[in-house]
Each structure stands twice: as structure tokens, then as C-alpha cells.
């Protein structure tokens, strides 16, 4: 089990133009549901392999209870 410290908490927010996209909360603070990658070692967003798995099994959208395409957790990761 990975500290706390060594995760990246991914939420869904919505846009002006009122599209969902999911955003790295850094701080951990958004409202909402939020889903937990391990985060890279540079600690800028998720592992890229993290990412991808957890897009391609599809346990974003499940633990956010929210469709989330694989596109939106890869975005997380740029």
C-alpha cells in the first residue's frame, strides 16, 4: 500500500462551456468523489503506466461512478 504522499488524486470538474474533463487535484481538496494513481517520479501527474491501466480497466470511471473516457485520464498525465 503506497503513502498518501506518493499518490495523485484525479477528479472530474467541469468547464465553462460546462464539459467534464478529469484534473489532477494536487491538493486533494476538490469536492466530489476523486480516484487515486500513483504518481510519477517527477511528481508532475500520474505514472503514465498507472494512467493507462487504470483507463484501459476502466477503474476511474468506476470509482468516480462517472463515465470518464481513457482520453480524459491520459489528458491527466500530460
Known amino acids: 500500500m503506497a503513502a498518501k504522499s506518493e499518490l495523485l488524486r484525479i477528479a472530474i470538474a467541469r468547464r465553462a462551456d ?3 474533463i478529469a ?17 510519477a517520479a517527477d511528481g508532475r501527474g500520474p505514472a503514465k503506466r ?8 476502466g477503474a476511474i ?3 468516480l461512478r462517472a463515465r ?6 491520459e489528458s ?3
Not at 23 to 39: K, N
Not at 68 to 73: G, I, Y
Open 18 to 20: 460546462g464539459a467534464r
Open 23 to 39: 484534473v489532477a487535484d494536487e491538493r486533494a481538496t476538490m469536492p466530489g468523489r476523486g480516484a487515486y494513481l500513483c504518481r
Open 50 to 57: 498507472c494512467a493507462a491501466l487504470a483507463g484501459q480497466r
Open 61 to 63: 470511471a468506476r470509482t
Open 68 to 73: 470518464v473516457p481513457v482520453e480524459l485520464v
Open 76 to 78: 491527466v498525465s500530460r
